[in-house]
């Protein structure tokens, strides 16, 4: 099993956020322990701030894992969108381009709403486009209807 850089710099920036989680959990004890009420009222929020982190780290994470394993069943269905799209000389995805080829994937994810394929191919038209805040609600979306697939019996692994 080979492990990409993505998923090597993924554990460490995690690792980091545990790491200052701690630290600000134990910044927070200490601060709660003052007999100082301002001093209390920032160990409070000292204590709630590695909360919402924690829960942040663990949707990222999830949300991440879900995708790359949607994408994994689609690439062996053969189901991924192809990346023909044609770029800038710096790199980036023509937006007039990507507009069109968005229609496509708008027209595919109406024509089957609960077919968390068309959805994830309808986020990944999004993310060309430019539209990220869409993009990762397709993506939410598509996660929802596969882990629905899923848990009715496997249909999440049939080809589309």
Same mark, same amino acid.
């Given at each position: 099993m080979k492990i990409s850089r993505t998923?090597?710099?993924v554990a460490l920036i995690c690792l980091l956020l545990v790491f200052y989680m701690v630290v600000m959990m134990q910044r927070a004890v200490l601060l709660m322990a003052d007999p100082d009420w301002i001093a209390k009222l920032l160990g409070i929020s000292y204590f709630i701030l590695p909360l919402v982190a924690a829960w /942040?780290?663990?949707?990222?994470?999830l949300f991440g894992a879900r995708t790359e394993k949607m994408a994994n069943i689609l690439e062996a269905e053969g189901g991924l969108p192809e990346d023909t799209l044609p770029?800038?000389?710096?790199?980036?995805i023509v937006r007039a381009a990507a507009d069109a080829e968005f229609e496509k994937y708008k027209l595919e994810a109406e024509a /089957?709403?609960?077919d968390w394929r068309s959805w994830f191919r309808l986020s990944c038209a999004y993310d060309a486009s430019g539209d990220r805040k869409r993009a990762r609600k397709a993506m939410r979306d598509a996660i929802a209807l596969f882990r629905q697939a899923s848990a009715r019996g496997g249909s999440s692994k049939q080809v589309s």
């Open positions: 998923k090597i710099w /942040a780290l663990i949707s990222e994470v770029r800038t000389p710096g790199g980036r /089957a709403p609960e």
